[in-house]
């Protein structure tokens, strides 16, 4: 921090009357677990079905692992691509996390692609029984937030650029909030990847 | 990290209308959105009022001649619905909550007064589709409960309506959670203790956690059985190989914590009156904190007893049951609690107190009946009759309503600078206490000889007790006429009542009354010990 933008944050501090924490991220932490929490009752439902409501003949399918599989690497890598882009954000370089944050959407379109690749070449659809039921049920819903992540990251790109963007190492709160929920979205994924793939 | 918040609320106070019109207006003064609660909830409570008094009415014979039976149970459906989502839930937390909670942190609003906005005007919207449902095909007709297969073979439109509206109403009771949270956790003024709040403070922060942790689990399985009637999957329909139980199980995970999310802040404004009416400190702050969180912990384990008669395994059963019989031990420590409090007080008898006291009767006597049917070989007799009904009742009404009007009496010269009618407030304590209990303790009569509820007709020999029971609802619903009589003649005459009418030390009645915008005028006062009553007060 240089003198001169150290003085201009003293003077900002004293127009201040009561100044406060900043606490957006923790509401946000806060709805999280709340999400999380809907995802939870999706799982013991799953698993509920799992345990007492045998299927009827022919109604047990062997998932294909090479698509989920794939789905998995993806999202991990642009978890990793979305913290390059923020530790790019906290070196003053924007260009370069523009350039991350639209790798990191480019990954989550390439899942939600994949992901309906494999909807389509599934041999049951929603209505044929249990099973089917909740195996789109929940690859939906997630593939929802996954969706819902792709456009923030698309608008937190365009927010991050040099010339006018609202974000920059002074203003990170977006670009962390939609990478907590990013986050927590490949977290969830992980989760069904082993209940609804693996189990 | 900083936020400037002073040149945003001269924005604020700039943009906002004044007057009567900034109720109508996406306020984001937490007291304005307290008081929008407040009275979108009483609405809402005489829509769902009028609606329980077409049911008695119904009841009064035991034929069904008043309206047809499915129209009863529309009606029951909405006088269900309505009143635990958009009159108790909204108006327990969101309105006392909102108008109270940024006072006893010390803070000038809440932590996200735009989520709070977006909070309330989701309710008025959600509310009339749900009520407008009504005309579209009928309303939904499964009872609050939703339980398929019924919701899933009567009539579609009005059950989806009934499900979209309670996914709104979520939504909104999940918003105001999280800033209920962040508001008591991190907004608190520099110097107040966790354990210095006002028990009001720690009820809200239960029944948060609460609301954060079981919502979400109902609006993923209303999701679920919208898929159900929508998309003709098998969820919860046994023809598609689906099972009703795990819509049980999901359902109650939210809506056995929702008993507490109803009566818990309840809990917490009866803390907050006693001391106030009795000049006496709360007695055993440290027990009551302990108990709540105790309530909200053993609250999310408990919702199988619900389900003791849907095919629910022996072990299940005994765990559930030692699980609720639990509850009643810090349930049980309260009520001690708020006996001891009045215990050798100087009691002041006004609406507010009797309300209260009422509460403590009727609580006391709606736990116990709780108690009872916790217990399995009990709650197999007079499952799905009218001791349930009753048993429900006495807490909904008898704890929560009760406390609300209680509330209304000890804080409306907070909110107006008005007192209210002392005559007409004891005039309508003494219809509501007579009424309530005339209406309700004859349904344990009931329930115990085998009438079954959520039906419009009954065998002829229980025609005597349910007519006295219409006739204690019929009271009730006269019991709102000096009330609102009460509050507009206040409103327009009544004395003044000064900052501080009843010498309370808790920090809202610590500034003018009503109270500016941003709440003090200058610092917000430390308050180390809100219920320092009996003690030499040291001026400054």
């Known amino acids: 921090m240089t003198s001169i933008e150290k003085s201009s944050e003293i003077k900002k501090s004293l127009e201040i009357e009561e100044p406060h924490e900043d606490f957006r991220m923790f509401g946000l932490i806060t709805f999280l677990i709340a999400d999380g929490m809907t995802f939870a009752g999706f799982f013991a439902a799953y698993l509920t079905y799992k345990a007492v409501n045998p299927l009827p003949e022919g109604a047990i399918y062997e998932l294909e692992l090479p698509i989920p599989t794939l789905n998995t690497i993806l999202l991990l890598v642009s978890s990793a691509t979305f913290h390059k882009a923020g530790k790019a954000l906290a070196n003053k370089k924007n260009i370069d996390s523009q350039k991350w944050l639209l790798f990191t959407a480019f990954l989550g379109v390439t899942f939600l692609v994949c992901q309906l690749f494999e909807y389509f070449h599934l041999p049951f659809s929603l209505t044929d029984n249990l099973f089917a039921s909740t195996f789109y049920a929940l690859t939906g819903f997630h593939g929802l937030h996954v969706t819902l992540g792709t456009l923030m990251i698309f608008i937190i790109s365009w927010q991050t650029r040099s010339n006018g963007g609202i974000i920059s190492y002074k203003n990170k709160f977006p670009l962390e909030a939609v990478e907590l929920y990013w986050h927590f979205v490949d977290g969830i994924w992980v989760v069904l990847f082993i209940i609804l793939y693996l189990l | ?540």
């Open chain 2, 1 to 540: 990290m900083t936020i400037l918040i002073n040149s945003k609320n001269e924005q604020k106070e700039s943009l906002q209308p004044k007057g009567l019109l900034r109720y109508f207006s996406f306020s984001l003064d937490h007291k304005v959105i307290g008081i929008q609660y407040l009275v979108c909830g009483f609405l809402f409570y005489l829509v769902g009022g009028s609606l329980a008094s077409a049911i008695r009415i119904e009841l009064a014979s035991p034929m069904s001649d008043f309206m047809p039976r499915d129209v009863y149970n529309q009606v029951l459906t909405l006088h269900g619905t309505i009143m635990i989502f958009l009159w108790i839930v909204p108006v327990v937390n969101g309105a006392f909550g909102n108008y109270l909670i940024p006072f006893y942190v010390g803070a000038r609003d809440m932590a996200f007064p735009r989520l709070n906005a977006v909070a309330f005007w989701l309710i008025p919207p959600s509310g009339l589709m749900l009520i407008t449902s009504y005309f579209v095909d009928g309303a939904a007709q499964a009872g609050w409960t939703a339980y398929p297969p019924l919701s899933i073979t009567t009539p579609q439109s009005g059950q989806i309506i009934w499900i979209l509206s309670v996914l709104l109403l979520g939504g909104s009771s999940i918003f105001g959670g999280i800033n209920f949270i962040a508001t008591i956790l991190k907004l608190r003024r520099p110097g107040l203790k966790l354990m210095q709040l006002p028990m009001y403070c720690w009820a809200m922060l239960g029944t948060s956690i609460l609301v954060v942790l079981s919502t979400p689990v109902l609006a993923g399985t209303l999701i679920l059985l919208s898929f159900d009637i929508v998309a003709n999957t098998g969820f919860f329909n046994p023809v598609l190989g689906g099972n009703v139980v795990v819509y049980q199980h999901l359902f109650w995970f939210y809506s056995h914590p929702a008993v507490y999310i109803m009566v818990l802040p309840a809990f917490g404004l009866v803390s907050e009156i006693l001391p106030v009416h009795c000049r006496k400190p709360l007695f055993g702050y440290t027990t009551m904190v302990f108990s709540i969180m105790g309530i909200v912990v053993l609250g999310l384990v408990v919702w199988a007893h619900h389900m003791f008669t849907s095919g629910t395994p022996p072990w299940m059963r005994l765990f559930f049951t030692i699980a609720t019989a639990f509850i009643a031990v810090p349930t049980g420590i309260k009520f001690f609690n708020w006996v001891a409090t009045m215990w050798g007080g100087k009691i002041s008898i006004n609406s507010a107190m009797l309300f209260s006291c009422g509460f403590i009767l009727n609580f006391v006597f709606g736990g116990i009946t709780g108690v009872a049917l916790a217990q399995v070989p009990f709650d197999i007799h007079v499952h799905d009759t009218y001791f349930v009904v009753a048993h429900f009742h006495y807490i909904v009404y008898g704890g929560s309503v009760f406390v609300i009007f209680s509330s209304i009496y000890h804080w409306f010269p907070k909110v107006s600078g008005k007192l209210l009618n002392e005559k007409l407030g004891i005039l309508h304590f003494a219809i509501t206490f007579i009424g309530f209990n005339l209406c309700f303790a004859p349904q344990h009569w009931l329930g115990l000889n085998g009438m079954p509820r959520r039906v419009a007709e009954y065998d002829p020999q229980f025609q005597l007790i349910n007519q006295i029971s219409s006739v204690g609802a019929l009271l009730m619903a006269v019991s709102t006429i000096p009330f609102l009589l009460n509050i507009f003649l206040s409103i327009k005459n009544g004395r003044k009542a000064g900052d501080n009418p009843w010498n309370a030390l808790t920090p809202e009645w610590l500034t003018s009354s009503p109270p500016p915008v941003e709440n003090w005028e200058g610092e917000a006062p430390l308050v180390e010990e809100p219920y320092g009553y009996g003690k030499p007060i040291i001026s400054e």
